[in-house]
T-cell receptor, first 115, second 112 residues
Framework: DAGVIQSPRHEVTEMGQEVTLRCKPISGHNSLFWYRQTMMRGLELLIYFNNNVPIDDSGMPEDRFSAKMPNASFSTLKIQPSEPRDSAVYFC?????????????FGSGTRLTVV | KQEVTQIPAALSVPEGENLVLNCSFTDSAIYNLQWFRQDPGKGLTSLLLIQSSQREQTSGRLNASLDKSSGRSTLYIAASQPGDSATYLCAVHSGGYQKVTFGTGTKLQVIP
């Protein structure tokens, strides 16, 4: 398995532009998570999906952020309009949720810089 | 609300030393606990996963223990090497759909 695949690896954009981050989870995994990592705040859970359905989006900073999972093999995180404070590394992770619990597998992340 | 704390925040040891990293959590109703390693500018690599019914897991020079009742886990690294230098993160899976709470990490430096 190729693991969790994220694209792009790096994104530099100007303030006010729309940014779309992409994630392909591990085949067969039924849970997908979007995290943001900064030096100041560490790893923050933004949103997670189970069986393509958003379960908890309470971590999404504000209405400028939106996430979709149209099918089991693809998810997007969109920021519109982007702001310099959105600069961070965004990680996607997937898991196979079972009663006894199952570990996460992380993607390599997208480093976003908003100038 | 689950809270996860890792102590120390940073650790510097000479090569060859055995060391212990600590993780504590406030809600003992967990599914499992996972230790990750993160190298600078990289993603998270899973090291060990301990189910709630287990007390420890071992992989090579790494041993992780779990004491749910006291809300603690430790990661033991034997005979440390410079290649072990990284940030180690503890992640606790609890609540519905395995919501995960991360600790802030311990930054380890192993000096040759």
């Amino acid at each position: 398995d190729a693991g969790v695949i994220q694209s792009p690896r790096h994104e530099v954009t100007e303030m006010g532009q729309e940014v779309t981050l992409r994630c392909k989870p591990i085949s067969g995994h039924n849970s997908l998570f979007w995290y943001r990592q900064t030096m100041m705040r560490g790893l923050e859970l933004l949103i997670y999906f189970n069986n393509n359905v958003p379960i908890d989006d309470s971590g999404m900073p504000e209405d400028r952020f939106s996430a979709k999972m149209p099918n089991a093999s693809f998810s997007t995180l969109k920021i519109q309009p982007s702001e310099p404070r959105d600069s961070a590394v965004y990680f996607c992770a997937s898991s196979l949720a079972r009663r006894q619990g199952y570990g996460y597998t992380f993607g390599s992340g997208t480093r976003l810089t908003v100038v | 609300k689950q809270e996860v704390t890792q102590i120390p925040a940073a650790l510097s040891v000479p090569e060859g030393e055995n060391l212990v990293l600590n993780c504590s959590f406030t809600d003992s109703a967990i599914y499992n606990l996972q230790w990750f390693r993160q190298d600078p500018g990289k993603g998270l690599t899973s090291l060990l996963l301990i189910q709630s019914s287990q007390r420890e897991q071992t992989s090579g020079r790494l041993n992780a223990s779990l004491d749910k009742s006291s809300g603690r886990s430790t990661l033991y690294i034997a005979a440390s090497q410079p290649g072990d230098s990284a940030t180690y993160l503890c992640a606790v899976h609890s609540g519905g759909y395995q919501k995960v709470t991360f600790g802030t990490g311990t930054k380890l430096q192993v000096i040759p």
